[in-house]
């Protein structure tokens, strides 16, 4: 038989009961303790409206109904301010979180306990939050009819509710989200482009903070699935050594990008504190216009010698792992660096260990485009032949990059 169960607009305004069964006040708040249990309410709240808070603890509780708690130890302590609590009603009643289940943000209106027997008494454990219609009533009849009447009532409206164990709260401060064991493993679970949509969602402070309490992979990975300028917006907010770590792991055209959306002094100080490699990667990507090719290309391909095998492609794509899901093409280039041809990749991963790249390229002209040309330009090449990338060349017909279509695809979007 299933547990019974509390609501937290019940809880607030229960009657309280001392060892006399006289009223000693009521509930005003409840709080749970991370560290120490992470679903089960470790005190609850007397006071409020002018005169000091007053706390007692779970294992004081003999009994809870709806008619009221009856304490086993009456014994009340003031509350003095505990970073490491989660009040309920002051910090999650109306309070945005993440609905890591369901991958979006939702605004928590009402709590539901269950109220589950010790053998000394009885504990209250969070089993949900809810969000939907039934709690918004719960809420507009709190303290205006019987809380038995309102149970009734709300059996005609379906429940809508998240299991406690999908909710991440988003707290703002670093030590505060320590000493409230938030974990962040579900979010970073998560597919970037759905944890982009949350942070999308939320305020500039909570982004901040999302993107702060996340690991730096995924952090990278998710500010990639967003528009440049919310990129720029979010990697201001950091500290410049947080930011420049978050850079390195995007691709180098991404994060050129985001760079290019932010004042020159806050680019600047970031760009200070990456990697050499990296930086200088992004410094070459940011001499080109936004609107031409050079603007458009990523830095991140694999290329090959043009006297290289078969076997020297697989080697390539093992020592590339990062790459090698997302390499359609391979490119291969003389002693000088310039575009010899262009292979598709699952030919070469079929053909013998031994055989030449260049035989299985062809003797065919690879089509390419000059870092200035416009991206117009570009998108029309992409368009006509069917590309899923196109190199680009410097001014000496090196090979300086390629674009990709996903590239293509984001600029036909923010157009």
Same mark, same amino acid.
């Given at each position: ?27 005003? =708040? ?13 005190? @609850? @709240? ?9 706390? +007692? ?43 890591? $289940? ?10 539901? @306990? ?98 702060? &309490? ?5 952090? !990278? ?22 930011? *420049? ?9 991404? *994060? ?37 090719? $050079? ?12 006297? !290289?095998? &078969? *076997?020297?492609?697989?080697? !390539? ?13 391979? +490119? ?29 390229? $062809? ?18 090449? +992409? ?10 060349? =410097? ?19 923010? $157009?």
């Amino acid at each position: 038989m299933a547990a019974p169960i509390l609501y937290m607009t019940e809880l607030l305004g229960l009657k309280v009961y001392d060892l006399k069964h006289r009223v000693i006040g009521r509930v005003a =708040d409840a709080a749970l303790v991370p560290a120490e249990h992470p679903v089960r309410v470790d005190r @609850f @709240f007397i006071g409020g409206r002018g005169w000091a808070w007053m706390t +007692f603890r779970h294992d004081q509780v003999k009994s809870i109904s709806l008619d009221g708690i009856e304490l086993s130890d009456e014994r009340l302590v003031p509350y003095h301010a505990d970073p490491s609590i989660l009040r309920l009603e002051r910090y999650l009643l109306d309070q945005q979180i993440i609905d890591a $289940g369901g991958r979006k943000v939702v605004r928590v209106t009402d709590i539901t @306990f269950e109220i589950v027997e010790t053998g000394r008494g009885v504990e209250l454990c969070v089993l949900e939050v809810d969000v939907g219609l039934r709690s918004i009533l719960r809420r507009l009849a709190q303290g205006v009819l019987p809380r038995r009447v309102v149970r009734r009532i709300q059996t005609r409206v379906p429940p809508n509710s998240i299991p406690w164990q999908y909710c991440n709260i988003i707290e703002p401060d670093p030590q505060r989200r320590l000493r409230l064991n938030i974990s962040m493993a579900p979010l970073e679970k998560m597919h970037p482009a759905d944890l982009a949509d949350i942070v999308e969602e939320l305020s500039p402070e909570d982004r901040e903070a999302i993107i702060e &309490a996340i690991d730096t992979e995924t952090a !990278a990975e998710t500010i990639s699935e967003l528009d440049p300028e919310v990129q720029a917006q979010i990697l201001e907010s950091l500290e410049a050594d947080h930011a *420049a770590d978050i850079l390195e792991e995007m691709a180098p055209d991404e *994060a050129a990008d985001a760079l290019n959306e932010m004042e020159e002094e806050t680019s600047e100080e970031i760009l200070e504190e990456m990697e050499s490699a990296p930086k200088a990667e992004v410094e070459e990507l940011l001499e080109y216009d936004a609107d031409t090719a $050079g603007g458009l290309m990523t830095t991140e391909y694999i290329s090959l010698h043009e006297e !290289a095998t &078969a *076997a020297d492609a697989a080697d !390539a794509l093992r020592g590339n792992p990062e790459l090698a899901e997302s390499t359609h093409t391979l +490119f291969l280039i003389d002693m000088d660096g310039r575009l010899a041809a262009t292979l598709p990749v699952t030919r070469a991963l079929l053909a013998p260990p031994g055989q030449l790249l260049k035989e299985l390229a $062809g003797g065919e002209k690879p089509l390419a485009v000059s870092a200035a040309e416009p991206s117009a330009r570009v998108i029309e090449l +992409f368009d006509k032949y069917n590309l899923l990338s196109l190199p680009v060349l =410097d001014e000496e017909g090196r090979l300086a990059g390629i674009v990709t279509v996903d590239d293509v695809i984001s600029v036909l979007r923010e $157009g």
